[in-house]
């Protein structure tokens, strides 16, 4: 007997900008992420006003999947998967966002990647908006502070519900569309809602009232999508990181408690419908001015997901300040401390597998619905021996440790999870940084931040291991 369910989705996640490279082919609009040139652990990515020659912009090629989807398809097969998680990008099919006509080049290759993926019995997982949109949205619209892109990308998903109706059945709406909420940095509101915020702006308010107008954008998919074909599944997807508090001192219990809270209010919108009390007040004493109406209410309420998708790395600890406001709201100023009993990656990211185990809790005794670990995996710098081989026991030791803490959610606390899939399960680029050399693939791809190799695939110790796992229905760690 093994913990995980018959039917268990076994994958891994990538995301259309990150690994499809073929920027322009087959008449593909520039997006956010063509714009954002490469970074590192010290460098920011920058946003240039579009594309700029003498720039490197690292998602253009990527690993081009584009035209190597057939062989990439077929190692996956070999790995075992049952599921893939990927994007479609928004600009394959609606280049600029705001044409009447989809371009059916880019319809031709999702149906062409989804037939591929189907012909070895992996199952197409699909995030209608993975921070890809549309370029031109963000300069004729200002992105999602705009409620006409409402209207864009319910017909977007529109399109491509319509169109991939028979071949595929989970579907996400936004990637991490709570980022731009904890961390409200540049980076952020710009991947997640196409904002660049002008100098006499209010962030916060700009932030609510775009994460808004996606919610309800989601909501609205949600129903369409449940008309086109009732058996979808359609989830939202947020990124987790439990945050603890960093003494027993009830302030910072509290802290702590309001942080998730906030962190999280998106996935309340999503999977209950409503916003949070606490953040309806908020809303109030601030005067933001949001443009939520009465019939905006209506459409979350209708429009309720089906699943929680979320991607998990690590957790973060937090106290209270002397001066904590009352409500305990301090919107991406949230004091992080560093959890001194924790190891950290490269990056500086913490490893906390039994972060996992909490935030499978946490979820699931909140919102009472199925889970989908839909990324999780360590960033790391890989070095290959001299054989040609690379052993990267650091990630192996990482994802199993995170699956031994999945299977205790399900086997000891219950807890309803649909499936796994750990990010980047092929080298790509990465969305924060913009490096290639922060990998998180078992399967290696030979090309490094300054864009220079031959692209070839080859297998690491984690593949062998990975295959292994998937056998075994996660038995065998
Ligand atoms: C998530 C994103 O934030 O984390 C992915 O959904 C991203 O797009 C992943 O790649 C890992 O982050 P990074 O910055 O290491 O690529």
Redesign the pocket.
């Known amino acids: 007997m093994t913990a995980f369910p018959k039917g268990f989705l076994w994958g891994g996640a990538v ?1 259309a900008h ?1 690994f499809e490279g073929g920027w322009q082919a087959g008449g593909k609009g520039v997006s956010i992420a063509d714009v954002m040139t490469a970074g590192d652990n010290e460098t920011k990515r920058r946003i240039t006003d579009g594309v700029q020659s003498g720039e490197n912009y690292p998602n253009h090629d990527a690993i081009d999947y584009y035209h190597r989807y057939h062989e990439d398809d077929q190692l996956f097969a070999d790995l075992g998967l049952n599921c893939f998680r990927t994007s479609i990008a928004w600009t394959r099919i609606f280049p600029n966002g705001d044409e009447e006509q989809p371009n059916e080049a880019g319809l031709k290759f999702y149906d062409d990647v989804f037939d591929d993926l189907l012909s070895h019995q992996i199952e197409p997982v699909i995030t209608l908006s ?2 890809e949109m549309p370029y031109h949205l963000v300069k004729k619209y200002g992105g999602w502070r705009s409620r006409k892109v409402i209207d864009f990308f319910v017909k977007f998903a529109t399109v491509v519900f319509d169109r991939y109706k028979d071949k595929v059945k989970y579907w996400m709406t936004f ?2 569309i709570n980022n731009q909420v904890g961390m409200m940095n540049e980076w952020s509101l710009f991947t997640n809602s196409g904002l660049l915020i002008k100098p006499d702006e209010d962030k916060e308010a700009v932030m609510f009232q775009a994460a808004h107008y996606e919610a309800v954008a989601s909501a609205l998919a949600v129903q369409i999508g449940h008309r086109i074909n009732p058996d979808f599944q359609i989830g939202c997807m947020v ?1 987790m990181g439990p945050v603890y508090p960093a003494t027993p001192n009830p302030n910072d219990v509290f802290k702590a408690e309001r942080t998730m809270q906030t962190n999280y209010y998106l996935a309340d919108v999503q999977v209950k419908g409503k916003y949070p009390a606490f953040l309806d007040r908020y809303f109030d004493r601030h005067a933001f001015n949001l443009d939520i109406t009465l019939e905006d209410r209506d459409v979350l309420l209708a429009g309720k997901v089906d699943y929680i998708g979320f ?1 998990y ?1 690590a957790s973060h600890v937090t106290e209270a300040s002397q001066d904590e406001p009352t409500d305990f709201i301090t919107m991406g100023h949230n004091r992080e401390v560093k959890n001194s009993t924790l190891q950290r990656s490269d990056w500086g990211w913490e490893i906390d597998p039994v972060g996992l185990r909490y935030a499978l809790n946490w979820f699931s005794d909140r919102y009472e619905v199925p889970l989908f670990i839909v ?1 999780n995996g360590f ?1 790391a710098f890989d070095k290959i021996n001299q054989d040609g081989h690379i052993q990267d026991d650091y990630r192996i030791d990482y994802l199993r440790q995170h699956i031994n803490q999945m299977r205790l959610a399900v086997e000891v606390d219950g807890v309803k999870l649909m499936g796994y899939t750990p ?2 399960i092929i080298d790509l680029v ?4 913009g490096q290639m050399e ?1 990998r998180y693939g078992v399967i290696y791809v030979d090309k490094d931040d300054q864009g220079k190799g031959t692209l070839a695939r080859s297998k690491k110790a984690s593949f062998d291991w990975f295959q292994k796992v998937i056998r075994s229905n996660g038995d065998d760690l």
């Open positions: 995301a990150q993975h921070f990637n991490e990124a991607s790395y990324e960033g990010w980047g990465s969305a924060g940084t922060k």
